[in-house]
C-alpha cells in the first residue's frame, strides 16, 4: 500500500473543501451592502456582483451543489478503487507463492478474471482500454504454471465496483475475504466521527451507520440521471459529509494496511518465541540467536483482539551497551526499544533474515 495515494484524497478532498470555502467567500461579498463611503470602482463591482447574484442565485446553487457530490463521490468511487488494486498488488509481492494466497482470493481471482474477459469483449468501455483479454489470461495462466513469480488481475476484483453504497463496498471486500462491516467496526477514529460505542455500533444497522455514504451515493446517481434537483445542500449542510467521508475512507485505507501487516506476519516476518519482559509499555527484552538486527527494522505487534500495526525500532541495547547495528549468533537476551505503547498480552514480529 502507498501512503502517498491516501495523502493524494486527503489533498483532493481539500480542494472540494477550498471551492466550497471560496463559494461562501463570494456569497459574502454579494451580500455586502454597498456604503457611500465605498470608492465607485469598488461599489461599481460589488452592484455588478449584486445583480448578478439576484438572477443567478438559485441557478448557482443548483450548478455548485451538483460539482461537489459528483466530485465527493468522485473521490469515493475512485480510491476504493485505487486501494483494493494497490492492496492486491502488494499482497503479490508479500505473499510469495500464488497458493499460498487464501483459497477464496484464488477462486475469486479465477471467476472475476473470466468475467473480466467478457467486459473487455462485450463493451466498449474508456475504463478497460488499456486492458486486453489476452493479457488478463496470460496472467491467469501464469498464476497456474509459474506461481512463484504471479501477478493478480486486479482489474477484475474491482469490476462490479460503480454506484458504491456501503453494502456494495462491503461485497468488494468480500472478495478480498475480509469482512468489511467487523474491520470498520474496530475504527476509533470512524467511530468516534458516528458518535456511538462499539456495543450500540454492533447493535445498529450498517444503513443507518453509513447513511451519510449512501445518502451521497443517492444524491449523485439522480444528478447523473437527470432528476429534479428538490432538496440542495447548502455548503454548511455539506460539510458533515465531507467530514464522514474523510474518516470512512481512511478507515478503509488503514484496513487494507493492516491487512497486509498480518500477511507479512506470516510470510516475511518471524513470531518471537521467547518475550523477556516489557518495560515502561515501549521496550522489548527478548531472546535471539543468528539474527542481525539494526535500528530503523520494523517491528510487527498483533494485539490481544486480533490486531496488527508496525512499529520502528528506535534503539538496542546488549548488557546496558547501545548499538546501531547488533549481530548475535548464540541465544541471547537483548532489548528494543519503540515507541508507546506495547503490552505484555501481545505478540511480536521481526523481519526474517
Known amino acids: 500500500m502507498n501512503i502517498q495515494s491516501l495523502e493524494n484524497f486527503k489533498r483532493e478532498l481539500n480542494q472540494i473543501k477550498e471551492y466550497l470555502k471560496h463559494i461562501q467567500y463570494v456569497n459574502d461579498v454579494a451580500a455586502y451592502s ?3 463611503t465605498d ?4 461599489r461599481k463591482l460589488l452592484n455588478t456582483l449584486k445583480d448578478h447574484d439576484r438572477s ?3 441557478d448557482k446553487r443548483i450548478f455548485e451543489y451538483k460539482a461537489s457530490i459528483i466530485s465527493l463521490y468522485g473521490l469515493l468511487e475512485k480510491y476504493v478503487e485505487i486501494w483494493i488494486k494497490e492492496y492486491l498488488d502488494s499482497l503479490s509481492r508479500v505473499v510469495p507463492e500464488y497458493n499460498q494466497l487464501d483459497k477464496k482470493i484464488r477462486d475469486n481471482h479465477f471467476e472475476l478474471s473470466l468475467k473480466l474477459t467478457n467486459t473487455i469483449t462485450t463493451r466498449e468501455s474508456a475504463k478497460y ?5 489476452e493479457e488478463v489470461l496470460k496472467k491467469l495462466n501464469e498464476c497456474i504454471v509459474n506461481p512463484s513469480n504471479y501477478q493478480i488481475n486486479t482489474e477484475a476484483f474491482v469490476l462490479l465496483s460503480g454506484n458504491l453504497k456501503h453494502n456494495k463496498i462491503a461485497e468488494l471486500f468480500k472478495y478480498l475475504t475480509l469482512d468489511f462491516n467487523n474491520e470498520l467496526s474496530k475504527n476509533e477514529d470512524l467511530n468516534n466521527e458516528i458518535g456511538l460505542d462499539k456495543p450500540t455500533i454492533s447493535q445498529t444497522s450498517k444503513d443507518d451507520l453509513y447513511n451519510k455514504i449512501n445518502d451521497l451515493v443517492e444524491r449523485r446517481n439522480q444528478i447523473a440521471h437527470g432528476s429534479e434537483v428538490l432538496d440542495i ?3 454548511s449542510a455539506l460539510e458533515p459529509y465531507i467530514q464522514f467521508l474523510e474518516k470512512y475512507c481512511q ?3 488503514e484496513i487494507l494496511v493492516e491487512q497486509l501487516i498480518k500477511q507479512e506476519s506470516i510470510h516475511t516476518f518471524q513470531k518471537i518465541e521467547n518475550v523477556i519482559k516489557i518495560f515502561s509499555n515501549k521496550v522489548l527484552a527478548f ?3 543468528n539474527y542481525t538486527i539494526k535500528v530503523g527494522d520494523m517491528l510487527i505487534v498483533e494485539t490481544k483482539e486480533g490486531q496488527f500495526y508496525k512499529k520502528p525500532i528506535l ?3 546488549l548488557k546496558n551497551e547501545s548499538y546501531q547495528e547488533l549481530t548475535v549468533l548464540e541465544k541471547t537476551n537483548i532489548a528494543v526499544s519503540v515507541e508507546p505503547k506495547i503490552k505484555d498480552n501481545q505478540i511480536f514480529y521481526i523481519i526474517k533474515k
Open 233 to 235: 445542500l447548502g455548503i
Open 129 to 133: 482500454q488499456h486492458l486486453t483479454k
Open 39 to 42: 470608492k465607485e470602482q469598488i
Open 287 to 289: 531472546e535471539i540467536e
Open 34 to 36: 454597498v456604503l457611500e
Open 251 to 253: 478507515a478503509i485505507f
Open 315 to 317: 534503539t538496542i541495547q
Open 56 to 58: 443567478f442565485r438559485t
